[in-house]
């Protein structure tokens, strides 16, 4: 199958990704794959690279859905469960670690090392329940975490934080629909 995107062309063969890219990625170096096998053998929520270059990336084939599209779960639930519950507030811790990672890997590393486009479109939620930042590439190297290079990831945060209220509020009134007690 293949992807058509405006940085580059993708293609998914069975468990797969390949990454051709429009323009090099010259930041794409041997200190890059070095950096990012660290990276994901330590906090194991990246997809694994199994080959690289300013051209193009292949990595694992992710089976999973984008944040946004899990939260239809929980919103328009009709079933209160404690289940359910758990496993959103799963979600919104994994989220929050992966900030944590950022700056620990700074400090492990001794310099910046982290994802440009934590947006929603580059989380996914595996069939495990556990979170993944997909989108390799968009891992690079500065001299300290800048706050404004992370801005899209703070403009997740702050959606995700804005459904999770949703959400729970929700469940809540489920849960009180049904007489159900949860605190």
């Known amino acids: ?55 193009r990336i292949v990595m694992d084939y992710i089976e999973g859905t984008t944040i946004d599209k899990n939260f239809d779960e929980y919103y328009f639930s009709e079933k209160y469960t404690q289940d359910l519950y758990t496993k959103f507030n799963q979600f919104l811790k994994q989220i929050c670690e992966l900030e944590l990672h950022f700056y620990d890997f700074a400090i492990y590393y001794g310099k910046a090392f982290y ?33 404004k290079k992370l801005h899209v990831f703070y403009e997740t945060k702050e959606w995700y934080c804005t459904e999770a209220s949703k959400c729970a509020n929700h469940m809540l009134n489920l849960s009180k629909a049904k007489d159900i007690s949860w605190m």
């Open 1 to 55: 199958m293949e992807i058509k995107s405006k940085n580059a062309k993708i293609t998914i063969d069975e468990d797969k990704v390949v990454k051709e890219f429009y323009t090099p990625h010259e930041h794409l170096t041997d200190q890059w794959f070095d950096a990012y096998s660290i990276y994901e053998r330590t906090y194991h929520n990246v997809v694994k690279v199994h080959e690289y270059s300013p051209e």
């Open 115 to 147: 994802h440009r486009d934590c947006s929603q479109g580059n989380i996914l939620i595996t069939n495990e329940n556990k979170i993944m930042l997909i989108d390799p590439d968009a891992f690079h190297f500065d001299h300290f975490v800048d706050y």
